[in-house]
């Protein structure tokens, strides 16, 4: 049996002082890729829910019985700038027919990465609302 003395566990500590530092420089860069790239998911799909909120609204508006593409278009663009800065550069694109009425939004996603523009487009259909 190996006799253990107090300078050999010194040593042995000494030895490992920095290494906490080491690892540290290792793994910091990545959790923070791990952490900016949940952030970034997030704010994506915060963008599609967004985009088709909108969406739905201009569609639901164009589908009344009186609705027009016009009216799906103010509808679709003020529940935009009513939620802020989310979609940046939003479309609304917007088609009304004799029995359908069908909403398209698309635009930038926010983002936390310089110079990465993820864009996102949502469409809606409704049916139209008719008298018979």
Avoid at 11 to 34: A, K, W
Avoid at 38 to 62: E, H
Avoid at 119 to 125: G, M, W
Wanted: charged share 10%.
């Amino acid at each position: 049996m190996p006799i253990i003395t107090t300078s050999s566990v010194a040593r042995r500590h000494h030895d490992e002082r920095g290494s906490t530092s080491i690892q540290m420089t290792v793994l910091m860069p990545l959790l923070f890729l791990v952490v900016f790239t949940a952030l970034q998911a997030g704010l994506y799909f915060y963008g599609r829910a967004a985009a088709l909120s909108a969406a739905t609204m201009g569609a639901r508006a164009a589908a009344a019985e009186t609705g027009t593409a016009h009216d799906c278009e103010v509808a679709a663009s003020a529940f935009i700038a009513g939620i802020g800065d989310v979609l940046g550069s939003p479309r609304v694109t917007c088609v009304r027919t004799a029995t359908t009425a069908t909403a398209t939004v698309a635009g930038a996603t926010l983002s936390i990465v310089p110079g990465l523009s993820l864009q996102a487009e949502q469409t809606a259909i409704a049916p139209a609302e008719r008298v018979t």
